[in-house]
């Protein structure tokens, strides 16, 4: 562990509260350390998805069940959630919606590989919401974005990519590298650290500078969610709307994050007009289900390709996807989870955590900032970024760790990855006081001046 000194945090303070969250965590969790055990027996790693083993704690946390803001572990322990399935369950843990929409389709055939009565109203539904007519529908985000990739690629002709520096849109080949650190104009990428059995080389994939014959498109989210937050500069987002226009590159908007900033999303709220748009998580109120919409111009492409190919297999889609459950709670979710309500609801406990979180870090003389979109916060240790690579610099993991595990121990979750904090719309204001609460006390314990 790395508790090296850094301003405002006494570095013996931390590993000493570290140490002792570890050692409540394990008295306080005997069933869950007895499951991590007996899972371990059949599963690799423990888990049956490895990210389950991302978090703090010193073995997994086995969850029984999980209702509006709060969950329950088999310990008995409750939680408010933060992390809210690192956003599958923006709207709450089973919101009744959904839980409604599972109850009446899943006794009507879950699926058939037929398109299901109520495909036609949702189309129109995700066209009037967020104002692109053509959609398609896949299971995961990371699926919407690899099918993006690929129709952009095929409409276009050109073979590259353009990514920004520490993004993530998924397990997609061309998203998984970095900028080559001596970045110049010719802009080199090199593959992602630690990507397992990979057998081609994606900095071939991916450029790093946009070229008018290269780049068939250009992938971003409107606000990076997953190196920190980096909110865009003023004006950065329209220009790179204008440029890849001019160049005749396709702009991929992928807001499965920044769904949280408004209803219909970032890319919507600031009319940026994207040409493939995509979002997967939270989308159907946290059933396995993500859109992709484009516009006219780009179905017009498509059914070009299509009809260019001459058959055989299109190299995408999944068997399952838009499967009628899935189609039922998108459904659920457009009418019922995404509304002006909910979205307000949100964003005023968002933006009272947020004014809480600065009052806290200034009591404390630390210079860290809040990063804001929507529902969806973080914290970093340092100033706002204004890059992946800067944000990453002044991320400290064992910081993040320890604090986590003193807030987990008290019942309040947060993300494993950095310091994300979703606001649903059942989140209260006397949830996030008791975040701050904590937090505050977390802070006071390992700050430089105790
Ligand atoms: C912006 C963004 N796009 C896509 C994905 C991939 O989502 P999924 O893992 O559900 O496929 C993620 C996951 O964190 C994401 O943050």
Same mark, same amino acid.
């Given at each position: 562990?790395?508790?090296?000194?850094?301003?405002?945090?006494?570095?013996?303070?931390?590993?000493?509260?570290?140490?002792?969250?570890?050692?409540?965590?394990?008295?306080?969790?005997?069933?869950?350390?007895?499951?991590?055990?007996?899972?371990?027996?059949?599963?690799?790693?423990?888990?049956?998805?490895?990210?389950?083993?991302?978090?703090?704690?010193?073995?997994?946390?086995?969850?029984?069940?999980?209702?509006?803001?709060?969950?329950?572990?088999?310990?008995?322990?409750?939680?408010?959630?933060?992390?809210?399935?690192?956003?599958?369950?923006?709207?709450?843990?089973?919101?009744?919606? *959904?839980?409604?929409?599972?109850?009446?389709?899943?006794?009507?055939?879950?699926?058939?590989? !037929?398109?299901?009565?109520?495909?036609?109203?949702?189309?129109?539904?995700?066209?009037?919401?967020?104002?692109?007519?053509?959609?398609?529908?896949?299971?995961?985000?990371?699926?919407?974005?690899?099918?993006?990739?690929?129709?952009?690629?095929?409409?276009?002709?050109?073979?590259?990519?353009?990514?920004? &520096?520490?993004?993530?849109?998924?397990?997609?080949?061309?998203?998984?590298?970095?900028?080559?650190?001596?970045?110049?104009?010719?802009?080199?990428?090199?593959?992602?650290?630690?990507?397992?059995?990979?057998?081609?080389?994606?900095?071939?994939?991916?450029?790093?500078?946009?070229?008018? +014959?290269?780049?068939?498109?250009?992938?971003?989210?409107?606000?990076?969610?997953?190196?920190?937050?980096?909110?865009?500069?003023?004006?950065?987002?329209?220009?790179?709307?204008?440029?890849?226009?001019?160049?005749?590159?396709?702009?991929?908007?992928?807001?499965?994050?920044?769904?949280?900033?408004?209803?219909?999303?970032?890319?919507?709220?600031?009319?940026?007009?994207?040409?493939?748009?995509?979002?997967?998580?939270?989308?159907?109120?946290?059933?396995?289900?993500?859109?992709?919409?484009?516009?006219?111009?780009?179905?017009?492409?498509?059914?070009?390709?299509?009809? &260019?190919?001459?058959?055989?297999?299109?190299?995408?889609?999944?068997?399952?996807?838009?499967?009628?459950?899935?189609?039922?709670?998108?459904?659920?979710?457009?009418?019922?989870?995404?509304?002006?309500?909910?979205?307000?609801?949100?964003?005023?406990?968002?933006?009272?955590?947020?004014?809480?979180?600065?009052?806290?870090?200034?009591?404390?003389?630390? +210079?860290?900032?809040?990063?804001?979109?929507?529902?969806?916060?973080?914290?970093?240790?340092?100033?706002?970024?204004?890059?992946?690579?800067?944000?990453?610099?002044?991320?400290?993991?064992?910081?993040?760790?320890? *604090?986590?595990?003193?807030?987990?121990?008290?019942?309040?979750?947060?993300?494993?990855?950095?310091?994300?904090? !979703?606001?649903?719309?059942?989140?209260?204001?006397?949830?996030?006081?008791?975040?701050?609460?904590?937090?505050?006390?977390?802070?006071?314990?390992?700050?430089?001046?105790?």
């Amino acid at each position: 562990m790395n508790y090296a000194r850094r301003p405002g945090i006494d570095s013996e303070a931390l590993a000493r509260l570290a140490a002792r969250e570890r050692e409540t965590f394990t008295a306080t969790h005997a069933e869950s350390a007895r499951l991590a055990k007996l899972s371990a027996q059949h599963w690799l790693n423990g888990v049956p998805m490895h990210w389950m083993r991302d978090w703090s704690t010193p073995h997994p946390l086995f969850v029984r069940k999980a209702r509006g803001v709060e969950l329950e572990d088999v310990d008995g322990n409750t939680y408010i959630d933060f992390c809210f399935g690192d956003t599958g369950a923006m709207f709450g843990h089973s919101p009744p919606a *959904i839980a409604r929409a599972l109850a009446e389709t899943g006794s009507m055939g879950i699926t058939s590989m !037929l398109p299901a009565e109520r495909v036609a109203r949702v189309g129109e539904k995700l066209a009037k919401l967020f104002g692109l007519p053509f959609w398609q529908m896949t299971q995961t985000a990371t699926d919407a974005n690899r099918a993006a990739l690929r129709w952009a690629r095929a409409i276009t002709g050109r073979q590259r990519m353009l990514v920004f &520096d520490g993004c993530y849109h998924g397990t997609v080949d061309e998203t998984l590298v970095r900028a080559l650190p001596d970045m110049n104009d010719k802009g080199g990428t090199r593959a992602r650290a630690g990507l397992i059995g990979m057998n081609h080389d994606v900095s071939v994939t991916t450029d790093a500078v946009l070229s008018r +014959s290269r780049t068939a498109a250009v992938i971003a989210e409107p606000v990076m969610t997953n190196i920190g937050m980096v909110l865009p500069e003023e004006g950065f987002l329209h220009k790179l709307r204008e440029i890849t226009r001019r160049l005749h590159v396709l702009l991929i908007i992928d807001e499965t994050h920044t769904l949280s900033t408004a209803r219909g999303g970032y890319a919507r709220a600031q009319n940026l007009e994207p040409d493939i748009w995509v979002c997967g998580k939270a989308i159907a109120g946290g059933m396995p289900c993500a859109v992709f919409g484009f516009t006219a111009e780009v179905e017009a492409g498509m059914r070009r390709v299509q009809e &260019d190919r001459g058959g055989g297999h299109s190299g995408m889609g999944t068997t399952l996807a838009a499967n009628a459950l899935a189609l039922a709670c998108l459904e659920a979710s457009l009418d019922e989870l995404m509304t002006p309500a909910n979205y307000q609801a949100m964003h005023e406990c968002a933006a009272y955590l947020s004014e809480g979180l600065g009052h806290v870090f200034a009591t404390e003389t630390l +210079s860290w900032h809040v990063a804001r979109v929507g529902a969806r916060l973080e914290f970093g240790f340092g100033k706002a970024a204004r890059n992946g690579a800067e944000s990453e610099r002044a991320a400290w993991p064992e910081l993040e760790h320890a *604090i986590h595990l003193y807030l987990l121990n008290r019942g309040v979750l947060l993300t494993p990855f950095h310091n994300m904090m !979703l606001c649903s719309p059942v989140t209260t204001t006397a949830h996030a006081d008791t975040l701050l609460r904590h937090l505050h006390a977390c802070l006071r314990e390992v700050g430089s001046a105790s």
